[in-house]
């Protein structure tokens, strides 16, 4: 089975704070991707990876940066949190060698930032 | 851009009676659909997809979900509800590499 593991269930952060959200998948999948969720709004794409060093933005990237220094793992970095900030992210991974492949998502980190 | 629309934010259903859970989708190429369900606090599972083998397709937890090409639909049902199957719900389209995903039915259970 595929495992998407991120590092953190909970995260309390303050404003202006750098903060890390790490990914890893053991699936060696070509395509990784971050989202966040927010009651009434559903998944929003934040920045999705098809391969190592490539990185595309989503519909919502603004005060994020990820990166993808090795295959199985995708970083997520907001570079000065802000209380708008505050949701729940989910990982998730892919795979490009069939059409119809499903995400894999991780299990979410939920960040507050105070 | 392609769109998926699931009707019904919140549906409200008794144990062992009928879920149906709709999702519509806009796509002028053949879809690669999906549903997943989410459980409180933690991350989306795979429930079921579409394969294009059969129009019928079986998921886990008892779900299945029909493919109508002729109106776009591919609705979810089970046919007795079980109180642990109170989750979140959500439809969604693969195209090439990326996903879309409907707003998400939640779905309660009363006993």
């Known amino acids: 089975d595929v495992k998407v593991t991120q590092s953190s269930r909970y995260l309390v952060k303050r404003t202006g704070e750098k903060v890390f959200l790490e990914c890893v998948q053991d699936?060696?999948?070509?395509?990784m991707f971050w989202y966040r969720q927010d009651p009434g709004l559903g998944l929003r794409l934040i920045y999705f990876s098809y391969d190592v060093k490539m990185k595309e933005k989503g519909d919502i990237p603004e005060g994020y940066s990820v990166s993808r220094e090795k295959k199985e793992r995708f970083s997520l970095i907001l570079e000065s949190a802000s209380t708008n900030q505050t949701s729940m992210y989910l990982c998730?991974?892919?795979?490009?060698?069939?059409?119809?492949?499903?995400?894999?998502f991780g299990n979410g980190t939920r960040l507050t930032v105070t | 851009a392609q769109s998926v629309t699931q009707l019904g934010s919140h549906v409200s259903v008794s144990e062992g009676a009928l879920v149906l859970l709709r999702c519509n989708y806009s796509?002028?190429?053949?879809?690669?659909l999906f549903w997943y369900v989410q459980y409180p606090n933690q991350g989306l599972q795979l429930l079921l997809k579409y394969t294009s083998a059969a129009t019928l397709v079986k998921g886990i937890n008892g779900f299945e979900a029909e493919f109508k090409k002729s109106e776009t639909s591919f609705h979810l049902t089970k046919p007795s509800a079980h109180m642990s199957d109170a989750a979140e719900y959500f439809c969604a389209v693969r195209t090439f590499n990326k996903f879309y995903f409907g707003s998400g039915t939640k779905l309660n259970v009363k006993p």
């Open positions: 699936m060696d999948h070509e395509n």
């Open positions: 796509s002028s190429v053949p879809p690669y």
């Open positions: 998730a991974s892919s795979s490009t060698g069939t059409a119809n492949s499903p995400l894999h």
